[in-house]
């Protein structure tokens, strides 16, 4: 289970945490998940009328713990975010549609925000340097990638490796705190952070956003743990959720596409995306789909669990 940092004491006894039935989360989760990804913009194959899926994967490391149920942080406390996409059909050359017709797309990128939930209100967030208070502070950049990664519990890559697969956003902090933290009769604000794909186009050398996802909502607190820990001592009415995020997906089931509206002079293309990991599950729970083996990591074990037998707990007479 993940916790804000060594220094910083829980502020709710353990047991409390296993009891959780929020729907937004499984509590066998360690971390905050990313919700399916959503299409912003039509990506072309060189064809320039066959629509190309997009799927991006997220996931947040280090800084999070469930308190009363719901993925919590302090806001001086440092997390990280790591992203990795997949197209169909790489390597391909791609088009990405816009008001001035279809642009040659010259590379990609992925990008990390943050906002208030169910708002569109952004909220800031800070990259430390090594030094964190003493050297410089600055907002998270779009970084360059290719498709084809995948994301493992210690996942990590090179930033001079001429092909980078990996997004990884380190030494990250939110600027302010959630409002009514704590407080039993108002609503209880959310945070969530937005993970982006950006096309880079060549002609207008623009950044175009294609895709996104974001995570579920998060609390971020402000003061320190004995704060919240006292004020969990002397209250006693239950907690009233504002907002939920009512998603049964979770990291072994199929990601839905939601694709831009499509004209009638585009094909879409089945999903076959190179996410290695993905198609090595659904080779084997699918009859009839062939198997894909990664050309980067032949032997690498599955990253997402397979689900339970639909049997397994049905008693034989």
Known sequence: MARSQPSTPH??????MIKSTRSHFNTQEC??????????????????????????????DRGFFLADDEWTCYRRNYFQVSAVFSLASYPEVYYVQTHRGPQYVQRFLIGLSARV?????????????????????????????????YLSSGNSQHEAHPQQT??????????????????RRAAQQYFVCVVSLYAETKDQQELIQIAS??????????????????????????VT???????????????????????PSTTKLPYEPYDWQRARYN??????SSSVTSPHQPSQESYFPAPPHPLANVKQE
């Open 11 to 16: 502020p709710y006894p353990m047991t409390q």
């Open 166 to 183: 990996i997004a990884t956003f380190e030494r990250l902090q939110f600027k302010s705190a959630t409002a009514n933290n704590g407080k």
């Open 283 to 288: 080779s084997t729970s699918s009859s009839g």
């Open 241 to 263: 959720p504002v907002m939920q995020v009512n998603d049964s997906y979770y990291y072994y089931h199929p990601v839905p596409y939601y694709p831009c509206e499509e004209s």
């Open 117 to 149: 939930a169910n708002s569109d209100r952004d909220i800031e967030l800070v990259q430390q340097t090594p030094k964190r208070d003493k050297g410089p502070q600055y907002n998270p950049t779009p970084k360059p990638v290719v498709p084809g990664g």
């Open 213 to 238: 996802c974001q995570s579920v909502p998060l609390v971020v607190r402000g003061r320190s743990p004995g704060h919240y820990a006292d004020t969990a001592k002397t209250s006693s009415s239950p």
């Open 31 to 60: 971390s905050p998940r990313f919700l399916p990804t959503k299409s912003m913009a039509n990506l072309l194959l060189s064809d320039k009328s066959t629509l190309s899926p997009i799927q991006i994967q997220a996931k947040m």
